[in-house]
């Protein structure tokens, strides 16, 4: 009985952990061109992500 | 400006400032002194494209970082905001990528998906752990494991219902708050049912917790709902990656006198445009000065480029092929063409009766059942034990077992498998309802120009043609765009010998090239210019002809036809073996349909307005599926039941069409009719295995005999089944073997049997 203190919440933060890191990764946009991630460790170049995509909704001219 | 500019170069200038002005204007601040443009380039295919397209567009003075997405296929550029925009389409074009300006402002839709990845995620962490404490739950743990566990379930249940269940309640809630129901209320009242009677027994230390069932409904629903909108995502970007036809602004002149470049809206009546060849007309107008040819294709149907001069008025949307234009605007942006089509569009809309889903019909006989049922075994259960307990316990039970999971699923799956197959073939699909109403359609009208054709002019041999004579008009004809010089450029080199250059070529907009050869003037142009001298036309020249006079002597004449679309024989074919009338309605001349529409053996309309096509569809009682590309079409796609445009059509009509098909062939009709009609089958499929269930573990729970894990089991599999026969849409039968045959066309392959057995 005792060992469920500390398994169930190892097992637990583990889980949290897993969803913390995707939430992360969606957030930083790492699934918007999964076809170029593929491509692009063929190249050597420079590979910096332009992140934050969306403009901003009044920023037209 | 001059009304007869001596070579295209004046508007080639012309055309690429007026680019750079609305890139400007699709550009959005991103802060920083930076901007940020998006560009559509559909041609970038590899990892190659993406080095090339980085490297060149980084090398540009003022662009800070350029990044393609390649599964997007496009580009996104920062550059400086200080200097003029750097010339991005040019060097694009200079590499070999053709590319367009996208508008990432109109893509707001997006968050929708990402929220529903997100609400995904959180149901799939809590479903798996709380899963994960009933299995030993269920495998016989202690009293004291088991209430700890249940308390550990609730608390991971909890934040996970409220986070991933609150797209569910919000729908539902809406639902209710107009009094209707729909697939979302039965789901929400069974889940946040499932979820409080757990909780009672957990408190009351009871021997059965339903969080895991209830967490595991939201994530099977939400991988069904998930997978619905990617698909409804992806179509939408597709289409939106389409070149706009039309401009976002026009060259005008300003009160200084000099040329400024003013967005669409701000355009008023009175004012001057200057209009380059090869740009679409901004707003209604009146010719001020120029001669030109216009393709009105898009705009009334008609298939043959009309000559404007001095005086003429244009619609917006018209094309200028030829030579530039001056223009004083008669209506505002607003009041022109497009806008009148816009209303007809709304009118339409509001004159179709709502398509109800068929998930939606499904739910409403549905949710009556199950919770009628559900009240019974309550009070069947009152009534015989008295054990008040007892009795909503079973009654949850039946709830829960009926939840509609694998109705929930039964629909969208077998439609995001539908699209897939669509997609593969070039065609995209709006939304899930769409492929649902296609299946129903009974009659399937046509438009002519741009649809059955392709909009673009043919040589055809209607007589004997010298070799040489063809040459030499194929070589001069190269230094026009007008489309019948486009066609005789393409006729010529297969057939002519040794290549000839003339010496000196001139385009006389609204008339012709004048050609100089050594001493002799070559003309190829309107038989009444080409033929100055006075000499009379010979026979068999007729309207559509051009003719090449040397020194005003008749050399040749040619003439045009509009080209069909590839296989729209076989389409036609076998659309009416698939038992479906088909018609043609357009607004073109009377003999040009005629002569097409007897060509495919099918029933024709000429001269049809665009308020007479949408009264025509309204009017046949029928359930229509509109197929058109132009600016007239658009009321009609909006009216009919279901509506297809080709990748070409204008941007208006592409929107409103619930299918666009990308390629040229016009066999994507029947293919997607029958696509939608297999699905349709596997919709009503998968419903009956669901009601089937249902009517299997209704009555074991109404007789009080359901434990969680038989609920657990129960669902998943009937989710299972139901995914396992969408799959087999169109799947197992050597896929890309058959993909292959739709894109050449063979009408043979049983594919295109639109039987629906």
Request: hydrophobic share 45%; with cysteine; proline share 6%.
């Amino acid at each position: 009985m005792m060992d469920f203190f500390y398994l169930i919440p190892v097992a637990l933060a583990l889980g949290a952990a897993g969803l913390a890191t995707f939430m992360w990764s969606l957030k930083s946009g790492q699934y918007e061109d999964l076809e170029g991630a593929a491509e692009r460790i063929l190249s050597n170049d420079g590979d910096k992500p332009i992140v934050e995509m969306r403009p901003p909704p009044s920023g037209r001219p | 400006m001059s009304c007869c500019s001596p070579s295209a170069d004046a508007a080639m200038i012309d055309r690429s400032r007026t680019a750079n002005d609305e890139l400007l204007l699709a550009s959005h601040d991103i802060g920083g002194g930076m901007r940020q443009n998006d560009l559509s380039v559909p041609t970038i295919h590899c990892g190659g494209c993406i080095q090339t397209i980085e490297k060149a567009l980084d090398s540009l003075p003022g662009v800070e970082q350029a990044r393609v997405n390649l599964s997007a296929r496009r580009v996104t550029i920062r550059w400086r905001a200080d200097g003029t925009p750097p010339p991005l389409i040019e060097t694009l074009r200079a590499v070999g990528y053709e590319a367009h300006l996208y508008d990432v402002a109109a893509d707001s839709k997006d968050d929708a998906v990402a929220e529903l990845v997100r609400a995904l995620a959180v149901a799939g962490f809590a479903a798996s752990n709380i899963m994960m404490l009933s299995v030993s739950v269920w495998s016989g743990a202690e009293p004291a494991t088991r209430d700890l566990f249940h308390w550990i379930s609730a608390l991971i249940a909890l934040p996970a219902l409220a986070y991933s269940g609150r797209i569910f309640f919000h729908s539902a809630w809406q639902s209710l708050r107009h009094c209707q129901t729909n697939m979302d209320v039965p789901i929400s009242i069974g889940v946040l049912l499932a979820f409080a009677l757990s909780l009672y027994e957990t408190i009351h230390r009871g021997p059965h917790a339903y969080f895991d069932a209830s967490i595991t409904l939201l994530f099977f629903l939400l991988i069904g709902r998930t997978l619905d909108h990617v698909m409804r995502e992806r179509a939408r970007a597709a289409v939106q990656g389409l070149a706009r036809l039309g401009g976002r602004g026009a060259l005008v002149i300003g009160a200084d006198g000099g040329p400024t470049y003013l967005p669409l809206n701000e355009i008023e009546p009175g004012m001057t445009i200057l209009l380059a060849a090869g740009e679409r007309v901004p707003v209604d107008g009146r010719v001020l000065s120029g001669q030109s040819d216009l393709d009105c294709s898009l705009v009334s149907g008609e298939s043959a480029p009309q000559p404007v001069c001095v005086g003429s008025m244009l619609q917006a949307g018209t094309l200028n092929l030829t030579g530039p234009l001056a223009i004083a605007a008669t209506a505002a942006a607003k009041d022109s063409f497009l806008a009148e089509m816009l209303q007809m569009m709304e009118a339409a809309e509001s004159g179709r009766s709502a398509y109800r889903r068929i998930s939606d019909r499904a739910s409403r006989l549905y949710a009556p059942v199950v919770h009628l049922s559900a009240a019974a075994t309550f009070i069947g259960w009152v009534a015989a034990t008295g054990d008040v307990h007892r009795a909503l316990t079973v009654a949850i039970a039946v709830l829960i077992i009926t939840c509609p999971c694998a109705l929930g699923l039964a629909v969208p799956m077998v439609q995001v498998v539908a699209a897939r197959r669509l997609f593969e073939r070039g065609i995209m699909v709006k939304d899930g309802g769409a492929l649902e109403r296609l299946a129903e359609v009974e009659t399937v009208i046509f438009d002519k120009t741009g649809t059955l054709t392709i909009g673009a002019p043919r040589l055809v041999g209607g007589g004997p043609i010298d070799p040489d004579a063809l040459a030499l008009a194929a070589a001069i004809a190269s230094y026009s765009r007008h489309p019948y010089s486009i066609a005789l450029a393409a006729a010529g080199p297969a057939r002519a010998g040794a290549p000839i250059a003339p010496d000196h070529v001139s385009e006389y907009p609204g008339s012709g090239l004048e050609a100089l050869l050594g001493t002799a003037v070559y003309r190829l142009g309107r038989p009444e210019w080409a033929l100055a001298g006075g000499e009379s036309l010979p026979s068999g020249a007729e309207m559509a002809s051009v003719i090449l006079s040397k020194d005003g002597r008749c050399l040749a004449v040619f003439q045009f036809e509009d080209r069909l679309r590839s296989d729209a024989r076989k389409a036609i074919a076998a659309l009416v073996e698939g038992g479906l009338a088909v018609e043609v309605l357009s607004g073109d001349r009377e003999q040009p349909v005629r002569q097409l529409a007897s060509a495919l053996g099918v029933s024709h309309r000429s001269q049809v307005s665009p308020g007479g096509k949408t009264a025509h569809i309204v009017a046949s009682g029928r359930k229509v599926l509109m197929v058109g590309d132009g600016l007239n079409d658009a009321p009609a796609l909006v009216a009919a039941h279901a509506s297809m445009a080709p990748a070409s059509a204008a941007d208006v009509g592409r929107n409103a069409a619930d299918l666009v098909f990308l390629r040229e062939s016009l066999l994507a009709v029947p293919q997607a009719i029958t696509v939608a009609r297999n699905a349709r089958r596997l919709v009503r499929q998968n419903l009956a295995v669901a009601v089937g269930y249902n009517a299997i573990a209704m009555p074991i729970a109404i007789f009080g005999y359901v434990t969680p894990l038989i609920a657990a089991v129960a669902m998943s599999l009937s989710s299972l089944v139901v995914v396992a026969n969408a799959m087999r849409l169109g799947g197992g039968r050597g896929k890309t073997h058959r993909q292959q045959d739709s894109w050449r066309g063979n009408p043979s392959s049983p594919q295109f049997a639109l039987s629906d057995k």
